[in-house]
């Protein structure tokens, strides 16, 4: 039963981008069959706490003496942990909020990156996710290509790539839409038109992606 991680993180539940493709994603990935299950979570809708204690960034043999985590927050770490290694592709939706990640998107990577849990350390295994897609969703108001001024002003993609690839060892791939406040920042008529062909083609990769993944 192939299982699909649908997480989205954007505040806005009305107009999202981020949130019509990761939606565009999982009906493609439903409609493989009704053995393609979905685990959903709406990280912004059911935000989750900040990491509680920093001991909970280590499994119990690494802690530092004397650490007591809270145990309702470490058994949500357990239960969010868990979530993800029960699935065979992780979906993000991550819009990009002042250059990186939203905070609660990022409450949920530092409830599930534990190294020699769910990342290696000191050459020990422990990558239970390790060559499993993640696709990443990424809307953002402004532009990011090489050679604007704005490249490498984004600082969530990158974060997303080293942590769910680099750490746990996922194959990322990312889905992007751009300029998405053309319209309301009256940006040229081109900015526009760019920013609703991204979408588009968009929209078109996340039902792709999900078919070729499913
Ligand atoms: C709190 C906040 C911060 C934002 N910061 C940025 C930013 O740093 N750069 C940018 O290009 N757009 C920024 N935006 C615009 C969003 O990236 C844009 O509206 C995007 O489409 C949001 O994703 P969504 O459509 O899925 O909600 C910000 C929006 C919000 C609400």
Redesign the pocket.
Known sequence: MPNLLHL?S???LG???????TAAFAAAWRSLGDDHTVTRRDLHADPLPHLADAALHWPPRLRPAGASPDSAAEALQQELIAELVASDVVLV?A??????V?STLKAWIDNVHLPSVTAPLDGDDQQPMAGRPAVV?T??????DAGTP?AG??HAVPVLQQVLGGALGMAVEVIT??L??SE?LAMPAEAREKSERELASALTAAGDAARRLG
């Open positions: 989205d954007s505040a806005d107009a999202s981008r981020s949130r019509a493709i939706g819009p990009l909020y002042n250059y990186t939203p969703v809307s953002r108001g402004g532009a990011y704005t002003w984004d839409t751009d998405t406040l309301l």
